[in-house]
């Protein structure tokens, strides 16, 4: 089925959430070949499709020393040169060749534990070069119309965190890509980030990495963070993230005066996880801001790291006062109770005030909700679900309960999936989730509601079709999704983000005590719907005051 829609340029209820990131593409010599071809019996091979326009529009070329290798044994001068032309127009990644190395090595040895006889081909080493390069350079996507290497992409994928693709693939599938690429909350689990204030007299070390403006100079960068430790009319935090290597990758600087947090300095370094890190700081920054008791969080650095601005874009922030600001509307309850309190925010703010009613749109509703967050409508149409998940699960997606090596609030990412049996409860798009902790043979931990989430997208596919488009979501293993599609043939995963963990997790006595007071059947057996009423009761138990 095709959809056409007739867009006359208007700005509607989505433009902000939509990213402009294009998908970085890298290629081998098999593709280059294909696309530097001028021959008119080649005018449809697959790799020429690059050169549609549309594509050229979402995607972005490029190449690593691999090629310029290949390139050179091309004896034709003619075809030689009709290659290096195209690559001009790529662009180049050059990575350390000591991590390609160690890298190169790592996937050889995934080969031979795979694939004894593959790993003794004269072709590998030289094509696992490309994987191992694309990978030491943050590209998460290589085209290739190569069969060779096309064979090895399951190693690419699980070893060096690269997808080997034919470019028919990356054309259907050019969205979910570029998602994969911006965002990858899977990379931060299990890694070794710290946080930290800034010491004293450490500012200059940090110039190099997050002085990254054209109109700030490094001095200016440097006073500016000093200034902050020198202020003795608000105490500023000056917080520091560290990679597991020890390099800076992330500060921020914030104070609050009871009603507004204010970010005066957002900067993200140049790291493969950027964009994932820019948008998990901006959710950390809002649920500091909620623990705060503010209305309001406030980006005022004049100065900040593009992939920060553009997160605060997608995620309700709005320009006001030469900076961005985004309101906190901390209320669980109906359309009017939502919009008053976020009227009075505004008027405070002095802008224009909205006014909401029952039976809210489910995609209006859940926009609002994200703008606002914590905001939940209650009289709206968005469904709720409850998902009993078992505590080996839990502990994994949202460390609860705490494992014996706790991730730490940075490793709980901001989006996920979950897999479960392919049979429909009634799911749609989008809703909330409502966590329930169930018990099993691991021991007495469990039965108890901890938290809720936005349902993002429900999906029915093969497991190894589903652990490829989500995998950079996720915990969950191949084999995984295989064990969880048993019998049925297919999976089912649930893309959820924003999950707001309970201060006091809601016990199963309690739980059931609610859905009887408001004569609702409880069914924790495997996922179902409630009603509104009860996702209100229990989430409202969870934020008890003790």
Request: aromatic content about 6%; hydrophobic content about 40%; proline content about 5%.
């Amino acid at each position: 089925m095709d959809t056409w829609w007739l867009d006359f340029g208007h700005p509607d209820l989505f433009t902000d959430m939509q990213s402009d990131a294009l998908l970085i593409v890298g290629v081998d010599h098999s593709v280059l070949e294909g696309i530097a071809d001028r021959s008119p019996d080649t005018e449809s091979r697959e790799p020429r499709i690059f050169k549609a326009a549309w594509l050229e529009d979402e995607t972005e070329l490029a190449y690593t020393p691999q090629l310029m290798l290949d390139i050179r044994s091309v004896t034709a001068d003619t075809v030689r040169n009709q290659q290096r032309s195209e690559v001009a127009r790529m662009r180049k990644f050059a990575p350390a060749a000591e991590a390609v190395a160690e890298r190169h090595r790592e996937l050889m040895d995934g080969v031979r534990a795979q694939n004894a006889d593959l790993s003794m081909e004269p072709h590998t080493g030289p094509l696992l070069q490309y994987v191992a390069e694309a990978s030491c350079a943050g590209l998460h996507v290589l085209a290739t119309c190569n069969p060779g290497l096309l064979a090895l992409a399951d190693v690419a994928r699980e070893i060096g965190r690269v997808k080997v693709v034919r470019p028919a693939v990356v054309a259907l599938h050019v969205d979910e890509l570029r998602q994969a690429q911006v965002y990858r909350p899977a990379d931060l689990l299990g890694t070794a980030f710290t946080t930290g204030q800034v010491a004293a007299d450490a500012e200059g070390e940090l110039t190099a990495f997050f002085d990254q403006s054209e109109g700030e100079k490094g001095s200016d960068f440097e006073d500016r963070l000093r200034a902050f430790e020198q202020d003795d009319s608000v105490v500023w935090r000056r917080e520091l993230l560290r990679d597991g290597e020890g390099r800076p990758i992330a500060l921020y600087v914030w104070a609050h005066d009871g009603r507004t947090l204010t970010v005066a300095m957002l900067r993200t370094a140049e790291h493969s996880l950027e964009q994932t890190l820019a948008r998990q700081l901006l959710f950390l920054l809002k649920n500091l801001g909620r623990e705060c008791g503010v209305e309001t969080v406030r980006i005022t650095d004049p100065f900040p790291s593009p992939a920060a601005a553009e997160a605060a874009g997608l995620d309700g922030f709005f320009s006001q006062d030469n900076g961005l600001t985004a309101l906190l509307v901390d209320v669980c309850g109906t359309a009017r109770e939502v919009s008053a309190t976020a009227n009075r925010i505004n008027n405070r703010l002095k802008v224009p005030s909205v006014a909401f009613g029952a039976g809210l749109q489910t995609e209006i509703a859940s926009a609002v909700e994200r703008a606002w967050w914590p905001a939940k409508i209650i009289d709206s149409d968005i469904p709720c679900f409850i998902v009993p998940i078992k505590p080996r699960w839990s502990a994994d997606l949202f460390n609860i309960p705490s494992p014996l090596t706790p991730r730490g609030e940075l490793g709980i990412s901001r989006e996920h999936v979950y897999y479960r049996s392919p049979g429909r409860r009634g799911e749609s798009v989008p809703a909330r989730l409502l966590w329930y902790v169930s018990q099993d043979s691991s021991g007495p931990q469990g039965k108890m509601a901890i938290g809720c989430s936005r349902l993002d997208e429900v999906l029915i596919d093969t497991p190894d079709a589903l652990h490829s488009q989500f995998e950079h979501l996720g915990v969950y293993g191949q084999a995984e999704v295989r064990k969880v599609a048993r019998g049925h043939g297919a999976a089912m995963a649930l893309r959820f983000s924003d999950t707001e963990l309970f201060p006091a997790a809601v016990t199963l006595g309690r739980l059931e005590a609610l859905a009887g007071d408001l004569g609702h059947p409880l069914s924790l057996m495997s996922l179902s719907k409630i009603s509104s009423e009860l996702f209100q009761a229990v989430y409202e138990e969870g934020h008890r005051k003790t």
